[in-house]
């Protein structure tokens, strides 16, 4: 992942539609800062022609810098009012049910799905744009949101017998891990457990990253944190810095060392939260745990 590269691609399709979803933390190993992520992605506007569109994220002021400079047609799409044409204006819960509430420049538009992912709920934000920009109508969208499920490892939520996992193992970075913490707290009242492993490819920064969340996670409402991985640690340490409870904490270094101890402190009803970054291979714990409960 590097400057570059979404260049070759674009040149190789030249897309009649191009997307930006946001500018976070990731591959920073590669591209050192958020500014040079920014500058990669605005790549994709590189090839649009007269007739093309492109649709970004304008609650970023990476990426609106680097959009403004590029030439053609452009859409920008949010919360932040001030810098957006099309805005999410507000999101809700209700039972099961999460409505999403769009201006699409000054008309009113209301969604709903079961989808409850913060973060998801934005990747689906964009793709309601982009599927009205293709020609589909709202009851057409609206229609297809009853369907969407999550992808395995995404946000899939498995209601156990006795538990209800959180399987975000796909993958994991800052900000992503950051909204999925927070919309688990606000989603569940019950006993809630996370198990959170390393997030990789961020570069010289990677422990303030972790230490960050840890300090983000202390804010919370959760009973237990479980860290797998040496560069987790130091999100078990931001949490301690910033008032979390040493003994409500677990380091492990493999992944398949953890499923057993979650055995032992989660009690019926629990909710478990699972993420980290996909080498981590953070599935094996849901796997071991579950082994443990037949």
Known sequence: PGIGEIDLLCEILRPDVAVILNVFPVHL?????????SRAKSEILNYLNGDDIAFITG?????????NLKKGRKVFFGRNETTNDIILKEITRNKHKT????NFFGIESSFETSVINRIHLENLFAAIIIS????????????????IQPLSGRGEIKHLENFTIIDETYNSNPE???????????EYKGMKI??????LELGEEEEQYHKRVGQFFAELNYDYLITIGERATKIADGAIKNGYLARKIKRFTHPEEAGGYIKEIAKVGSIILFKASRAIQLEKVIEEFLSKNK
């Open 132 to 147: 009205q920009h293709l020609g589909m109508k709202n009851s057409e969208i609206q229609e297809a949101l009853k369907k």
């Open 194 to 199: 996370a198990v959170l492993g390393d997030m």
């Open 59 to 67: 609650d970023s002021p990476h990426i609106l810098n680097k959009a």
């Open 176 to 186: 992503a891990l950051k909204k999925s913490l927070d919309w688990v707290d606000k």
């Open 99 to 102: 409505k999403m509430e769009i």
């Open 29 to 37: 190993e590669f591209l050192k800062n958020l500014d040079n992520v």
